[in-house]
């Protein structure tokens, strides 16, 4: 059994507020739900940018890779105007 660590950083340049940024990103967390994984918004202070750390556990590394390229496909259908950047560890 792996964990997978899954950090994804998001640019918003149109985003003008933190109000603005966390409705994105809980609008982002719900719709992941039903990956089964572990949500945390590990965002700072700057509204423009956006970071989530995603973690789950698999059965081994070819497993975890296959429920990331979900996730990262999932991401891009359906948040096609946000640019993300994504950095996984797999423990």
Request: no cysteine; proline share 3%.
């Amino acid at each position: 059994m792996v964990i997978v660590n899954l950090i994804t950083d998001f640019e918003l340049p149109f985003v003008f507020s933190l109000k603005e940024r966390r409705k994105i990103i809980n609008s982002i967390k719900d719709k992941l739900k039903k990956f089964n994984v572990s949500i945390l918004d590990i965002s700072g202070e700057y509204p423009k940018e956006a970071s989530i750390a995603i973690v789950f556990a698999a059965h081994n590394e070819k497993h975890a890779g296959e429920i990331q390229r979900r996730i990262e496909e999932f991401l891009y259908k359906n948040f096609p105007e946000i640019d993300f950047f994504f950095d996984s560890e797999i423990i």
